[in-house]
């Protein structure tokens, strides 16, 4: 399986953004899809996930209420919007195509190669 994920940048506190992550080489349905994030000098952790059917989702306490994943299987692609951003939201966010909902890395077969997100005052 192939991520790539795509849609970050530069963006005022506040402001928004929508990133995606096309997987292909594989039949994307029947996984879940996760996102994660590393700011500099942190560890990467988990931001969301979502079940191969959309209808399962969990958040990280410290987005919940500002960013929405959804999913399009029938464009192999999976879907994160970022509202309200922070400072704190600056970060290289991946994608993670895996065989369970999860909040831990473990759960995760494969990595996209990350999109930046930078937020401003």
């Excluded at 940048?9 to 953004?17: I, K, W």
């Excluded at 990467?44 to 399009?72: L, N």
Aim: hydrophobic share 35%; with cysteine; aromatic share 12%.
């Amino acid at each position: 399986v192939q991520l790539q994920a795509s849609g970050g940048g530069l963006v005022q506190a506040g402001g928004s953004l929508r990133l995606s992550c096309a997987a292909s080489g594989r039949t994307f349905g029947w996984h879940a899809m996760g996102w994660f994030r590393q700011a500099p000098g942190k560890e990467r952790e988990f931001v969301s996930t979502i079940s191969w059917s959309g209808g399962s989702t969990i958040y990280a306490d410290s987005v919940k209420g500002r960013f929405t994943i959804s999913r399009d299987n029938a464009k192999n692609t999976v879907y994160l919007q970022l509202n309200s951003l922070t400072l704190e939201d600056t970060a290289v966010y991946y994608c993670a195509y895996g065989t369970r909902i999860a909040r831990d890395m473990s759960a995760y077969d494969y990595w996209g190669q990350g999109t930046q997100v930078t937020v401003s005052s």
